[in-house]
């Protein structure tokens, strides 16, 4: 039996050690009405080599983006992954460990997650990270509770231009406790409404929350809204593309109290959107209502220095009903992850690569403004992703598809108003070439 | 050793050259964007390849990790993780799509998932599944969140959910993240429900009951029917964390128990790794009056093609961006595809033979916490050692010194001095031998010289580790001195 090492001679020994005739035995106690009476009904073990050819050729029924030229973001970016990330996060001593409950003899796992919480807050400008969440979605969730349980209010204020997965999350997470949501729309030229959020937000207000680049891919002027925030007592939560913040003001500078989002972008793959994990970071006095763990450094008993679990007292299993949040498992090798990508990368690194996105995505733009039809009525502050619309979008995106590209999301689904509005992203996997291909072949199309 | 933190091995001279220069005329970001969106410096290091691979590899090595130790840590399944499904997973057909692309390039994912789906209703009973939520506390999130839609829904007025005082810490962090007010109820005196205390709390206001079975003690909840009878009188719903799932596996089914929302943790049973705490997969499976409720979307097939089937009645909604851990969920089927009916039988059998078999041989010498038999897990209450001066925290420390991972210890929190002991059916008898004898050793250990686990460890990379100073001085992250 696969991965079983029980020998017969060895239960046969082990049941006359346990004092029991028989496997079946062992279960004796249990009410006869329970028990399944036959055999699942599920196929036979296969080999490992039968198994291989069998989840192989699903694999292999997938179109991956390498065998289109895709502008695909909307959330989730291809990136360049350096060669020496795999074999890093692929050790079993870190893939087979758990949670380092056991601080002497987990040392590693611990310093490598607090170099982590370190890169989270030298990239926001905040002063403490947990040591992640699940995904964007659920980070931004977490953060939105945080924000509730230290401001005592009872509304929540969102921007309509966050990711809607994550609005979406964030509806689910609050559907069993009684808070107000309120979204506010947006401007003509892609920004957040800043006119509307003056109006909504009031002395009940907890937080507001905005993302930047936001889903139209906007940069938005976030110390217009966090001003207006903290003149109310709320607190600004803001989404953030954490690869974005090589280039882009630190939010910590910016009036923001919680930064969250999805660290996908930091050395992790697409794999249809998961695993990534999602980050929180936020200032010195928020720190205990932060959900999920934490890694402090300390010392051992010989004063050296070491690194353990620490402020477990708001955790589900010491607080239980009273804790910040149920939070057990997280995505620490998500996290890892980045910090080893970070560190291959390093500060050129990720300068260049936020660089050469902007200019690629920049250039992509000043191309889609030469197509006639193509209308672009968005701000051109953007970083990686924008806008660009055009008559029966639809129709156009699958001729495109039709002539292996994918040009991008349609946004319709999300904003109906945008029913005709693509956006488009290049990071710095893109080539000149690629993207003149895309705007020659969509000549082409609308000829 | 070098104990230096990554920021303090930078160089600013060394640049990377992973990222290909694209070939149009650059622009300066103060040239394209508003300066006051822009940052004035970036603190990140600066390192080459080498000196960033010894880092980390020299970091791995500072721990203890499955494929290197044995680590029987109760109530979270540290199963042998095999090799194939990590080939699998990392497939470039399954690294490489994007969420957003077309069904129709999806479509192996999908069948994948479907497949997956199909597996585990067979092997629970449950009628559907939905893998978005990420972990066993994101699925009992989700399914306590289609509880309380489902009362809503039925006009029912409910307000509290039952939980065992046996129970973990999650399920009622849970209950309070769905609005519920949690009423604990006090375990017997073997660790088992009572049923007249279960009574007493019930009525009409009870929402759900939260379940492990078998529970935290590593018992089986005999009186699970008289439960279920109970809450369902009463209108409840009845809902299964399924982190011990494992010595159950084509013995019984949550559906048999009867349950009506169930997760199961695929990083426990299913054999995906721990990754030093996640990504694991809760998988949220339910009985036919709770598919309504399910998030969405659901994986659904029509003709040939599998497809996003977003029209759910009643949805939750979604619990985290997109699909779920989708490579976790590759690795999950890897598995099941080798086990198959047969071998799951086995996977259950030797779990739970194996956890006997060290319950019988260190009864004498340490204390059980219930007489009552027990299946894949057991907990020893170190209340002897502790009268003789070593606390169940001295004896998991001393554990590390023999190269064993320390079980889990004072959970659950009804058992005192408590370490829980799992070492599920991947390991062999000389593995669970070589751990008798330390535990025997090192109880003989406290009547020589207890200063040895007073002090221990001392063969890890440091010695016992000053938790409360960690959290008396809060320091979380790397400062540039200045």
Redesign the interface.
């Given at each position: 039996m696969p991965y079983i090492l029980n020998t017969e001679n060895d239960i046969k020994e082990m049941l006359r050690v346990a004092g029991v005739a028989t496997l079946d035995d062992l279960y004796k106690h249990l009410p006869s009405q329970i028990r399944l009476k036959k055999e699942l009904n599920i196929p036979s073990g296969f080999s490992e080599y039968e198994v291989k050819q069998s989840v192989t050729s699903l694999a292999a029924k997938n179109k991956t983006i390498n065998s289109f030229n895709s502008f695909l973001g909307a959330g989730l970016y291809d990136h360049y992954i350096p060669s020496a990330l795999k074999p890093l996060i692929s050790r079993a001593e870190f893939l087979t460990a758990y949670t380092p409950y056991q601080a002497e003899c987990s040392q590693g796992i611990l310093q490598a997650i607090y170099e982590y919480q370190s890169y989270i807050c030298l990239l926001t400008g905040m002063d403490v990270s947990n040591a992640s969440l699940f995904d964007g979605g659920s980070s931004l969730a977490e953060c939105v509770l945080m924000s509730l349980r230290i401001t005592k209010r009872n509304k929540v204020v969102l921007s309509s231009l966050i990711n809607p997965e994550y609005k979406k999350t964030l509806y689910t997470y609050l559907s069993g406790l009684n808070f107000k949501i309120q979204e506010i729309d947006f401007d003509a030229e892609g920004f957040t409404d800043r006119a509307a959020l003056k109006s909504v937000i009031d002395e009940n207000t907890a937080c507001f929350a905005l993302q930047s680049p936001n889903f139209l891919g906007t940069i938005e002027d976030i110390e217009k809204f966090s001003s207006l925030t903290k003149e109310k007592g709320a607190l600004t939560i803001l989404v953030a593309n954490p690869l974005s913040l090589s280039l882009l003001k630190e939010p910590a500078c910016q009036g923001v109290d919680i930064v969250c989002g999805d660290g996908q972008v930091l050395g992790g793959s697409l794999s249809l959107g998961g695993p990534s994990f999602g980050f929180v970071a936020t200032k010195n006095e928020y720190l205990r209502q932060m959900p999920g763990r934490i890694v402090g450094k300390t010392v051992d008993r010989e004063n050296k220095t070491a690194y353990c679990l620490t402020l477990q007292a708001r955790e589900q299993h010491i607080k239980r009903e009273k804790a910040t949040s149920n939070i057990c498992s997280n995505q620490s090798l998500n996290a890892i992850q980045a910090a080893i990508y970070l560190s291959l990368m390093g500060k050129d690194g990720m300068q260049k690569c936020a660089l050469y996105s902007l200019n690629l995505a920049h250039y992509l733009y000043g191309r889609l403004s030469e197509v006639k039809s193509v209308k672009l009525s968005f701000s051109q502050n953007f970083f990686n992703e924008f806008i660009w619309q055009i008559d029966d979008a639809k129709s156009v995106l699958k001729k495109l598809y039709k002539r292996k590209i994918i040009s991008g999301l349609n946004v319709g689904n999300f904003y109906p108003k945008l029913k005709n509005g693509i956006l488009s992203c290049c990071t710095e996997t893109k080539s000149r070439e690629q993207i003149d291909n895309f705007i020659e072949t969509l000549k082409d199309i609308l000829k | 050793m070098d104990?230096r933190?990554?920021?303090e091995k930078?160089d600013?001279g060394?640049?990377?050259?992973?990222?290909?220069?694209?070939?149009?005329g650059?622009?300066e970001?103060k040239e394209?964007?508003?300066a006051?969106?822009?940052?004035s410096g970036?603190?990140?290091?600066?390192?080459g390849?080498l000196e960033?691979?010894r880092?980390?590899?020299?970091?791995?090595?500072?721990?203890?990790?499955?494929?290197?130790?044995f680590?029987p840590?109760g109530s979270?399944t540290?199963?042998?993780?095999?090799k194939?499904n990590?080939?699998?997973a990392?497939?470039?057909?399954?690294?490489?799509?994007?969420?957003?692309?077309?069904e129709?390039?999806?479509?192996?994912?999908l069948?994948?998932i479907y497949n997956l789906e199909t597996?585990l209703c067979?092997?629970t009973g449950m009628k559907r599944f939905s893998f978005q939520a990420?972990?066993?506390?994101?699925g009992?999130?989700t399914g306590?969140?289609m509880v309380?839609?489902y009362h809503k829904v039925m006009k029912n007025k409910k307000r509290k959910v039952i939980i065992p005082d046996s129970a973990?810490?999650?399920n009622?962090?849970?209950?309070?993240?769905?609005?519920?007010e949690?009423k604990v109820i006090e375990s017997d005196k073997d660790g088992l429900i009572d049923l007249d205390k279960l009574n007493k709390a019930v009525d009409a206001e009870t929402a759900a009951i939260m379940l492990t079975n078998p529970n935290t003690l590593g018992l089986?909840e005999?009186n699970?029917?008289e439960v279920a009878e109970i809450i369902h009188k009463n209108g409840g719903l009845l809902y299964y964390d399924g982190a011990n799932f494992n010595p159950l596996l084509?013995?019984?089914?949550p559906r048999?128990?009867g349950f009506d929302a169930i997760h199961l943790n695929l990083?426990k049973t299913f054999?995906t790794?721990?990754?030093?705490?996640?990504?694991?997969a809760g998988a949220v499976g339910v009985v036919d009056k709770l598919l309504e409720f399910l998030?969405v979307p659901l994986i659904d097939k029509k003709k040939d093609d599998f497809y996003f089937n977003y029209k759910i009645k009643h949805s939750?909604?979604?619990?985290?961006?997109?699909?779920?851990?989708?490579?976790?969920l590759?690795r999950a089927?890897?598995y099941?595809?080798?086990?198959?009916?047969?071998?799951?039988?086995?996977?259950a059998?030797?779990a739970?033979?194996?956890a006997?078999?060290i319950?019988?041989?260190l009864k004498n010498d340490y204390n059980v916490a219930s007489n009552?038999?027990s299946?894949h897990e057991v907990v020893f209450s170190c209340t002897k050692q502790k009268e003789k001066g070593a606390s169940a925290l001295d004896i998991?420390?001393r554990l590390?010194d023999y190269g064993v991972?320390?079980p889990?210890m004072y959970?659950p929190l009804i058992v005192k001095e408590a370490l829980m002991v799992e070492p599920t059916?991947?390991?062999?008898?000389k593995t669970l031998d070589y751990f008798i004898d330390s535990m025997l050793k090192i109880n003989k250990e406290i009547d020589e010289n207890k200063e040895i686990l007073h002090?221990a460890?001392s063969a890890?990379?440091?010695?016992?580790?000053?938790?409360v100073?960690?959290?008396r001085n809060?320091?979380?992250?790397?400062v540039r001195e200045k």
């Open positions: - | 104990d933190l990554i920021f930078s600013s060394i640049k990377a050259s992973y990222v290909k220069k694209p070939e149009i650059l622009k970001p394209i964007l508003p006051n969106c822009l940052r970036l603190e990140l290091p600066s390192l390849e960033v691979v880092h980390y590899t020299n970091l791995s090595k500072r721990n203890f990790s499955l494929d290197t130790n680590y840590l979270c540290m199963k042998y993780n095999p194939i990590e080939e699998l990392s497939l470039e057909g399954f690294l490489n799509i994007h969420p957003y692309q077309n129709e390039c999806l479509q192996g994912a069948e994948l597996l067979e092997i990420s972990s066993g506390a994101q009992e999130l306590m969140l309380k839609k973990h810490g999650t009622p962090a849970t209950s309070s993240m769905c609005g519920y949690t089986f005999e699970i029917l084509g013995v019984t089914t048999l128990m990083h054999s790794p721990h990754g030093c705490g996640g990504p694991g998030p939750i909604g979604k619990v985290r961006a997109f699909y779920g851990n989708f490579s976790v590759v089927y890897a099941l595809l080798r086990l198959g009916r047969e071998g799951l039988v086995r996977v059998q030797n739970t033979l194996n006997n078999y319950k019988e041989r009552k038999p299946m998991a420390k590390i991972h320390p889990t959970f059916e991947t390991e062999s008898r002090n460890p890890a990379y440091v010695k016992r580790v000053d938790e100073k960690a959290a809060p320091d979380l992250r790397w």
